[in-house]
């Protein structure tokens, strides 16, 4: 297994148990309501908040989502390592607040079938028409940008960037994805 998944686990697994940034800063809110139907598919990373887990990642990073029969998501992630290869981490990701499907938790390691080391995977913000989406959690250590397209309107992003600075993340602290890197 690749050290992008392993490192993903241990990190991820943890953020339930990891404070705010400050006690008097509000909540991070997850959006009313997520259509999971257009969630699903392939979303491009644009810009995420610097972790240990995608240090070998260079650039093209993908997030692909397929909704399962049993109603959880199959996740798929890759990225452009340094060294030209690609890095594949497959996960599952459960519903957790099904009045809004906007709170999930993800896990990308499992023994016989059984996941383990469950992850906040909250959906922020997404536009109408499912083109931009800003994912977090409740402790604002991790945050990713998404998008459907590797060059997105100017405007969707703008509205993800006010939605990241409402929920009390730093939006300094998100670098922008190379996307499009070619061998």
């Known amino acids: 297994m690749k050290i992008f998944t392993l490192v993903f686990i241990a990190i991820i697994g943890f953020t339930n148990y990891l404070p705010a940034e400050t006690k008097n800063m509000k909540d991070v809110e997850s959006v009313e309501y997520v259509d999971v139907n257009k969630y699903m598919g392939t979303w491009y990373e644009y810009a995420r908040i610097p972790n240990r887990f995608q240090n070998k990642c260079e650039g093209n990073v993908t997030a692909n989502y397929t909704l399962l029969p049993d109603g959880k998501v199959r996740v798929i992630n890759e990225c452009l390592e340094t060294d030209g290869n690609t890095d594949k981490a497959k996960g599952t990701a459960k519903i957790v607040?099904?009045?809004?499907?906007?709170?999930?938790?993800?896990?990308?390691?499992?023994?016989?079938?059984?996941?383990?080391?469950?992850?906040?995977?909250?959906?922020?913000?997404?536009?109408?028409?499912?083109?931009?989406?800003?994912?977090?959690?409740?402790?604002?250590?991790?945050?990713?940008?998404?998008?459907?397209?590797?060059?997105?309107?100017?405007?969707?992003?703008?509205?993800?960037?006010?939605?990241?600075?409402?929920?009390?993340?730093?939006?300094?602290?998100?670098?922008?994805?190379?996307?499009g890197i070619t061998d």
């Open 97 to 179: 607040n099904t009045e809004t499907n906007s709170q999930l938790k993800v896990s990308f390691f499992s023994i016989f079938g059984i996941n383990l080391f469950w992850g906040n995977y909250w959906v922020l913000y997404v536009d109408e028409e499912y083109k931009v989406a800003v994912v977090g959690e409740p402790g604002r250590k991790y945050g990713w940008i998404l998008t459907r397209d590797i060059d997105p309107d100017s405007e969707k992003l703008k509205e993800a960037y006010n939605a990241i600075e409402n929920n009390g993340y730093d939006a300094d602290k998100f670098i922008q994805t190379k996307q």
